[in-house]
C-alpha cells in the first residue's frame, strides 16, 4: 500500500485530454512503475472537460525522491514529454497526501474493468485542525456515508513534508482531509446524495458541524476513470 500519494489535477489545452491519456495509458504507466511510482488511477474530471486527474502512490517519501528523478531523466519521460507537455496548460495543481488511517488498498486489482464513477471528496481544514476532523469523520460521517451508499475506500490527508522532488511543485500550506469512494454509477450516485439529504442525522447535526470546521467550501471531485486506470 502506498504510504506517499500525489492527487494531481491538469489543465488542459482545449479539446486535448483524449491525447494525453492515449499516451498517458500506453506509455507512461509501467515505466513509472517500473522506478518505483505506483500509478493508482487516470481520470476524466466529469464537471471540466479539459482537465485530467490522476493519482501517483509511492511505498514512503524516500522512493519518491529516488522514484521522479529516475523517470523524469529516463529515456521513456524523455522521449514522450514534447507530445504530453504540448496538451497542458498547468501541470502543478497536485496534493501531497498520506494515508490517515485508511490507505488506498489496490493490491489485486487489475488494470480496466467495468465502467465505474469515482468521487473524491476534499475538505479544507486550517492549519492545525486535521486530528479533531478526523475523529469528527470517523465517529459521524463515516457511518453515515457507509450507510446511504458511499463506503470511503481510503481517508488521506496532507503528507506535511519538504517537497524532495522541487521540479514537480506541490501546493504548500494546505490541510486536507480527502475520501474517496467508487460507484457503479451516475445514478448510484445520485442515490446517495438523495439518502444523504434524506437522513435528519445529516441534514440537522452533522453537516452543520462538519462545515464549522472548515476553511473554506468543501470540494469533489467527480472522476470517469480511463480503460486502464486501477481505481474504478
Known amino acids: ?68 528523478p529516475a523517470f523524469y531523466g529516463g529515456p521513456v519521460w524523455r522521449a514522450h514529454r514534447d507530445k504530453a507537455n504540448d496538451t497542458m496548460v498547468d501541470s502543478d495543481d497536485v496534493l501531497l497526501l498520506r494515508p490517515a488511517g485508511q490507505g488506498l488498498d489496490l493490491a489485486g486489482r487489475a488494470r480496466g474493468g467495468p465502467t465505474t464513477l469515482v468521487t473524491i471528496t476534499l475538505y479544507h481544514l486550517p492549519p492545525g485542525g486535521a486530528d479533531d476532523f478526523l475523529d469528527f469523520f470517523s465517529a459521524a460521517v463515516r457511518p453515515l456515508l457507509t450507510d446511504t451508499g458511499a463506503p470511503p475506500l481510503a481517508v488521506l490527508r496532507t503528507l506535511a513534508a519538504e517537497n524532495n522532488f522541487p521540479p514537480l511543485p506541490i501546493r504548500e500550506n494546505e490541510n486536507v482531509v480527502a475520501w474517496v469512494a467508487s460507484f457503479p454509477d451516475a445514478e448510484r450516485l445520485r442515490e446517495h446524495v438523495r439518502q444523504l439529504g434524506n437522513e435528519p442525522r445529516w441534514t440537522y447535526d452533522v453537516l452543520p458541524a462538519l462545515t464549522r470546521q472548515l476553511a473554506r467550501p468543501a470540494e469533489q471531485l467527480q472522476l470517469a476513470p480511463t480503460d486502464r486506470s486501477l481505481l474504478r
Not at 482545449?14 to 505506483?38: H, M, T
Request: aromatic share 8%; glycine share 8%.
Open 1 to 68: 500500500m502506498s504510504e506517499v500519494l500525489e492527487l494531481r489535477q491538469y489543465t488542459l489545452r482545449p479539446g486535448r485530454r483524449d491525447d494525453l491519456i492515449d499516451l498517458f495509458d500506453r506509455e507512461l504507466v509501467e515505466s513509472q512503475e517500473a522506478v518505483g511510482a505506483r500509478v493508482l488511477g487516470q481520470f476524466r474530471d466529469l464537471d471540466d472537460a479539459d482537465r485530467f486527474v490522476w493519482l501517483r502512490g509511492f511505498a514512503d517519501l524516500a522512493t519518491r525522491g529516488t522514484a521522479l
